[in-house]
C-alpha cells in the first residue's frame, strides 16, 4: 500500500558565492573587493512540489571605491524584499487568475506577500511602460464599493486607440481636482500630443478637458449617451409601473419583465419577451412613448453629415420636450445643451471606437467586483493597473507560470 510521506515544512536552499568571483556594488553593479559577510538570510523562493523554498544566503559586504561598503547586488533579490524576484514574478502573475486570498493559500504564503507582489510587478511597469503614441483616451468615472460618497467614485484615464486599449490611470473621486491629476502624472507630452478626448457629459471632466486639452478634439461619446436614454426609459416605466399598481394589479402585469428588453436595442429583443414588448408599443403607455424615443434615437448614429445630424438632434429633442415624459425631457435639455460636443463624434470620422470605454469599463467592474479581498484603495488601484494596463513585466531568467 502506498504510505503517503509526511510532507516536510519548507526547504531550504543554502547558496555560496563562487570563491574567484567578486562580489558587486549593490549601487553600480561593478565588481569591488570583499568587506566582510552578514549574518544569513532567507528569500521566500517558488515552492517546489508545493513545499515552501527558500534560498539561504550569507550576503557580502563590498568596498566599492565610490560607493563605500556596501551590501553586495544579490541577483535573485531586490531591495530589502524578503522574497526573491521570481516568486514575486509567479505570484503576480497568479494573481491576475486568482483572487489575492486564493492565490496566497495555494502557494502558501501570506496575502501580503501576493500584495507586495503585484506592487512591486506594477511599480516595475508603470517606470518601464511607453506612453509615446497616444493619440485617444477615454475619461470615465466609475463606481466601486457599497455608497455614493464621494469616495466612492473613481476616475480613469484610458488609452481607446485601435491598436491599443488600456487602463493609463486611475485616481480617487471624479472631481476636476482628480482629472488635472490624471493628465498631469500622464505628462505634458502626451497631452500634447492627444487627438481626441472622450468623455461623458460630467461637468467637472469638460472643464478640466477643455482647459488642460483644448487643441484635441473632445467627443461626447455614445456609450455615454444610450446609457443615459436607457435610464430615462427606465425612470418611465418604473414610474408608469407604480401608478398602475395603484390603479390595478392586472394592468400592472403588462409592465412586468420588461425591464431588460425595454433596455436592449429593439432588433435584439426576440421570442416571448418580442411578443410583450410588441403588445406594450401598441398602447399608448408611457413607457411605450418612451421607449420609441430611445429607439428612434439610434438613427443619430447613422449620419455622415454633421449638418443632417444637427438636424435630427434638433427633431429629437423637440419631439422628446414635447412628450410629458419628465425624463425623457431631462435627457433631451442635456443634449441640447452639449450639442457641438455630441455632434464632434461626427467630427471624428468614425476614429473613435465606441465600444472601447464600454469594453474597459465592463473590464474594471469585474477586477472591482470580483473578490479579491482588497483591503485598501490602494490594493485595489494596484490590481487595477496590474489587470488593465497591459504592463510591461520584469524580465525573468525563467518563467514559473
Ligand atoms: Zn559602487
Not at 145 to 153: E, Q, T, V
Not at 175 to 178: I, L, N, P, V
Not at 306 to 323: K, N
Given at each position: ?128 511602460r511607453q506612453l509615446s503614441g497616444v493619440a485617444s483616451i477615454g475619461v470615465d468615472e466609475i463606481h466601486w ?9 473613481l476616475t480613469v484615464i484610458y488609452q481607446i486607440d485601435q491598436d491599443c486599449r488600456r487602463l493609463l490611470w486611475v485616481g480617487?473621486?471624479r472631481?476636476?481636482?482628480?482629472l488635472?491629476?490624471g493628465l498631469?502624472?500622464l505628462?505634458?507630452?502626451v497631452v500634447?500630443g492627444l487627438r481626441f478626448v472622450c468623455s461623458d457629459m460630467w461637468?467637472?471632466y469638460l472643464?478640466?478637458i477643455?482647459?488642460?486639452a483644448?487643441?484635441a478634439l473632445h467627443v461626447l461619446d455614445r456609450f455615454h449617451i444610450t446609457s443615459h436614454l436607457n ?34 436595442r ?32 439610434f438613427?443619430f448614429w447613422n ?35 452639449h450639442?457641438?460636443l455630441i455632434l464632434n463624434w461626427f467630427r471624428a470620422k468614425g476614429e473613435i471606437s465606441s465600444g472601447a470605454v464600454e469594453g474597459l469599463n465592463n473590464k474594471i467592474r469585474v477586477v472591482t ?15 487595477l493597473y496590474h489587470n488593465l494596463g497591459r504592463l ?10
Open positions: 500500500m502506498h504510505c503517503p510521506q509526511e510532507q516536510p515544512e519548507s526547504i531550504e536552499i543554502l547558496v555560496e558565492p563562487h570563491g574567484g568571483i567578486r562580489g558587486r556594488c549593490s549601487h553600480c553593479r561593478k565588481p569591488a573587493p570583499g568587506y566582510d559577510r552578514l549574518p544569513p538570510r532567507r528569500w521566500l523562493f517558488v515552492p517546489l512540489w508545493n513545499v515552501p523554498t527558500y534560498f539561504c544566503y550569507a550576503p557580502r559586504r563590498v568596498e566599492c571605491p565610490e560607493h563605500g561598503v556596501v551590501v553586495e547586488h544579490i541577483p535573485w533579490s531586490e531591495g530589502k524584499r524578503p522574497v526573491t524576484c521570481a516568486m514575486m514574478g509567479f505570484l503576480a502573475r497568479w494573481a491576475r487568475r486568482l483572487s489575492w486570498r486564493e492565490t496566497a493559500r495555494s502557494f502558501q504564503t501570506s496575502w501580503e506577500a501576493v500584495y507586495r507582489s503585484v506592487e512591486w510587478f506594477v511599480e516595475w511597469g508603470l517606470a518601464h464599493g457599497h455608497g455614493l460618497r464621494a469616495d466612492n467614485f480617487r473621486r472631481t476636476q481636482a482628480t488635472r491629476r498631469k502624472a505628462g505634458p507630452e500634447r461637468k467637472p472643464q478640466v477643455a482647459a488642460r483644448g487643441h435610464q430615462a426609459v427606465d425612470q418611465v416605466r418604473r414610474a408608469e409601473s407604480t401608478r398602475l399598481r395603484a390603479k390595478s394589479k392586472e394592468s400592472a402585469q403588462r409592465l412586468k419583465h420588461l425591464r431588460w428588453p425595454l433596455l436592449r429593439g432588433s435584439r429583443v426576440r421570442g416571448r419577451a418580442r411578443q410583450k414588448l410588441n403588445a406594450l408599443l401598441g398602447s399608448k403607455m408611457a413607457t411605450a412613448r418612451a421607449w420609441d424615443l430611445k429607439e428612434t434615437f438613427h449620419y455622415k453629415s454633421v449638418i443632417w445630424a444637427g438636424a435630427f438632434l434638433d427633431y429629437w429633442c423637440f419631439r422628446a420636450m414635447r412628450s410629458r415624459l419628465e425624463p425623457m425631457k431631462k435627457v433631451a435639455r442635456m443634449l441640447r445643451s450639442e457641438p467586483r470580483r473578490s479579491y479581498g482588497f483591503r485598501t484603495y490602494k490594493a485595489m488601484e494596484m490590481a510591461p513585466e520584469p524580465e525573468s531568467t525563467h518563467r514559473f507560470c
